[in-house]
């Protein structure tokens, strides 16, 4: 029975099918789709410089709400009007198989369309560090979004005769799916009524499916939604063999209305279920195995409360969700030892009371009501307690860093003793006030100190006193504090080197003057060289503005590269690029297993000599052989020199003194305007910290960022590959391919005609 009822289903797919193949109107629709969507993605692609399918799948909804019903208006009209309806029924097949039919055929349609975006997906992967399962999940949540909407429209032409009413019918329920959960409705509803629409809305399902996570809910909102049109459909075919007074069809409208009704409820108190599936690369919404060993390893009860108002803007309510599913997760891993509690302070003064005492603070936010705009406030929020301590978070702004925050917080809290980082200042170097963003993202895994070794005739290095140095852009340091810092890492200390090799005493001057450091030669001693020359790179780099006349210009400064990830470490793992200032390399020999490359430049990198000119508006043009790989960042561990030593393969690195260094050709790469433009150089400084520290455990949670990777082109020629093959490609392959196929119709058809003639004649002969 199911094997028969499949092949009937089949049947009339591949029927629908062909009619799309067949006719031109089809091509032109899916060559107006294709190169809408890709010109307009296009745009934006190469104006945000990041290698993401966001573009195209933001817009998508908005493409599919007039594509989709142009689609699928013919499908059951075009039948009703053409009287082919009444016969297709009278064969061997029920309004069931005709309707899954007619959407197997339309949905395959539509997502052969939609491959058509997939040359432009294929050559982002090529190109850069784009996530594959993200682009995965994005296509995914595409043909979930177009088998909704193709089931709407099936069952909007399943309503009339005329194309142009179903088209009209299916457009405008598809649009209003959409619109409900932008922020432009959302924010002039009631909170009830608001939070229904999101709910029902396509942009909240599609946008958490478009991040890379397949969740059950979302899954359940297109596949119940789906089926509820096509049962839709299959009942307003059914009805017209039934007579409206008799008892069939009433039991046909009540079943109907009841299923609606019931598909509306679950997907209204769907937020209730659980279970998801995270297709990122990087587990991005997963928890961390060190979020499980440290909640999972506490030892004694951490209340964790979270201080939530019902009244919150709906545009939020995705980070809501977000924070629920991250709480839930911590929750079950630390098995009973994470105390959770969710807080409405809006209930009455005691919970209010409670946020105040621990630091939540309510945030003002704006709502329409009587036709104008009002200002309320609303609480969103958590707190931390364990025995007399208690950390918060006031204001929840974003979900994606929120796992480290707590989990670090948590750790903060539960260990008996930090780790110590040390400033060296004095010489030059930088104090902590001028790196404040590092010294805040350090603040929480550690005590920080001072230590000025110019002026303090008594400041030592102690590396059982002292975990991690960090000396940040020293200027001409003695020879002898040279030897306190390489006598502290050969003793097993650690340090992060931020070594500035220029320096502009007219920060106006077209000329970087060259620094010495004097930290050159403890370099040196452990197989690393700074050369002190001027990285850039032409292929990847930040833009400055430039005043051309009455205008002023954004172009590339290939003095500022943006590095991209050198081999893979504990350090750089998950992170994809940081943005450097005039940046110095580091060379190595190739075999010294104690050395890694951190940071590089793309092999469209180059170097000038130090007190080479430097202005913005001069133009770069190097020759090919100039061109190479430049590593601006390396970690040095001796102990992985020391282990392939006594395996006979280290080289004579083992003989090498001391602990570990992280060393970077820069130090603007910190400040404050740098570390904005870049989140992820901070997150690279703290997991250096952390690495040198021996301590590795935050190390995965931190580096998780959402944030696509930068999208860099070797060269003109490929960017320009990769745009016109997808923009006039593609859609040049569907009108050739079409073209043949309708042209083709005619022969076709005539030889089957022979074909049938001959067979009947073989027939007759015998």
């Not at 979004?145 to 193709?150: C, E, G, K, P, S």
Request: proline share 4%; aromatic share 8%; with cysteine.
């Amino acid at each position: 029975m199911i094997r028969q009822l499949t092949t009937q289903i089949l049947l009339v797919a591949r029927r629908e099918l062909r009619s799309f193949f067949d006719q031109p109107t089809a091509y032109i629709l899916a060559v107006a789709f294709l190169g809408l969507g890709l010109y307009l993605s296009f745009r934006s692609l190469f104006a945000i410089s990041a290698a993401t399918l966001r573009p195209f799948f933001d817009l998508l909804p908005w493409l599919l709400v007039v594509f989709v019903p142009a689609v699928t208006m013919r499908s059951l009209a075009e039948e009703r009007r053409g009287r082919t309806l009444e016969w297709l029924i009278a064969q061997p097949l029920s309004e069931t198989e005709v309707v899954l039919g007619k959407f197997l055929g339309s949905w395959l349609f539509v997502l052969v369309t939609l491959a058509g975006t997939l040359p432009m997906a294929v050559g982002l992967l090529a190109v850069s560090e784009a996530d594959v399962g993200i682009m995965l999940a994005q296509y995914v949540g595409a043909a979930l979004l177009a088998a909704q909407m193709i089931a709407i429209g099936v069952w909007a032409s399943s309503m009339t005769r005329n194309q142009i009413t179903a088209f009209i019918l299916g457009s405008f329920i598809c649009f209003a799916l959409v619109l409900i959960g932008t922020p432009v409705v959302q924010i002039g509803l009631p909170r009830l009524i608001g939070g229904w629409f999101l709910q029902l809305s396509v942009i909240s399902h599609f946008e958490n499916v478009a991040r890379g996570v397949i969740d059950l809910r979302d899954l359940l909102y297109f596949v119940s939604t789906c089926g509820l049109f096509l049962l839709l459909a299959v009942a307003a075919l059914g009805r017209e063999r039934l007579s409206r007074k008799g008892e069939a069809f009433r039991r046909l409208r009540i079943g109907t209305g009841v299923i609606t009704l019931a598909v509306l409820v679950l997907n209204l108190l769907g937020g209730h279920v659980r279970g998801r599936l995270d297709l990122t690369e990087g587990r991005l919404f997963t928890l961390s195995e060190g979020s499980r060993d440290i909640v999972g390893n506490l030892d004694d009860i951490v209340n964790l409360t979270f201080f939530l108002s019902d009244d919150l803007p709906q545009e939020i309510q995705l980070i809501v969700r977000d924070v629920r599913d991250l709480v839930a997760d911590l929750e079950n891993a630390s098995r009973g030892m994470l105390a959770v509690r969710e807080v409405n302070p809006d209930d009455g003064e005691e919970a209010a009371g409670e946020a105040s005492a621990l630091g939540v603070m309510p945030i003002n936010f704006n709502v329409i009501g009587d036709d104008e705009f009002q200002v309320k406030q609303g609480y969103f929020g958590l707190a931390l307690t364990y025995a007399d301590e208690h950390e918060s978070i006031p204001v929840i702004r974003r979900a994606d860093d929120l796992e480290f925050r707590l989990v670090s917080a948590i750790a903060r809290m539960t260990i008996d003793e930090r780790p110590v980082l040390a400033f060296m200042t004095g010489f030059g170097a930088r104090e902590p006030y001028e790196l404040q963003s590092l010294r805040e993202s350090l603040a929480g895994r550690f005590d920080i100190i001072s230590v000025n070794m110019e002026t303090d005739s008594a400041a030592t290095l102690d590396s059982d006193s002292v975990d991690v140095l960090v000396v940040a852009g020293p200027q001409d340091v003695t020879p002898e504090v040279a030897d306190a810092v390489d006598g502290y890492l050969a003793a097993g200390g650690a340090a992060l080197l931020l070594l500035e090799r220029h320096a502009f005493y007219d920060r106006n001057s077209p000329v970087a003057m060259p620094v010495t450091t004097g930290l050159e030669d403890l370099l040196a001693a452990r197989g690393v060289k700074s050369t002190g020359e001027i990285v850039f790179d032409v292929a990847s780099s930040e833009r400055v503005s430039l005043s051309q006349g009455v205008f002023r210009i954004l172009q590339p400064y290939p003095f500022w590269p943006v590095a991209t990830r050198g081999e893979d470490h504990a350090i750089n793992q998950e992170l994809d690029n940081i943005g450097l200032a005039w940046a110095s390399p580091f060379t190595w020999q190739e075999d010294d297993p104690s050395v890694t490359p951190l940071w590089t430049t793309t092999e469209s990198g180059g170097t000038r000599p130090p007190g080479s000119p430097i202005n913005p508006a001069m133009a770069i043009t190097p020759s090919q052989d100039e061109l190479g790989v430049h590593t601006v960042a390396v970690a040095v561990d001796p102990s992985a020199a020391a282990e392939l030593e006594g395996e006979g393969e280290g080289g004579g690195a083992a003989e090498r003194p001391g602990g570990r260094i992280v060393a970077v050709g820069d130090t603007d790469f910190l400040s404050e305007d740098w570390a904005r433009r870049y989140s992820q150089s901070l997150v690279f400084a703290a997991n250096a910290a952390d690495w040198l520290a021996q301590d590795e455990v935050l190390i995965g949670i931190r580096s998780k960022d959402r944030t696509p990777p930068t999208l860099v082109f070797e060269s003109e020629a490929g960017k320009g590959v990769l745009k016109w093959t997808s923009l006039i490609g593609v859609p040049v392959l569907f009108i050739l391919f079409g073209f043949a196929r309708v042209t083709g119709r005619t022969r076709r058809a005539e030889r089957r005609w022979r074909e049938a003639q001959e067979e009947q004649e073989e027939t007759d002969n015998e």
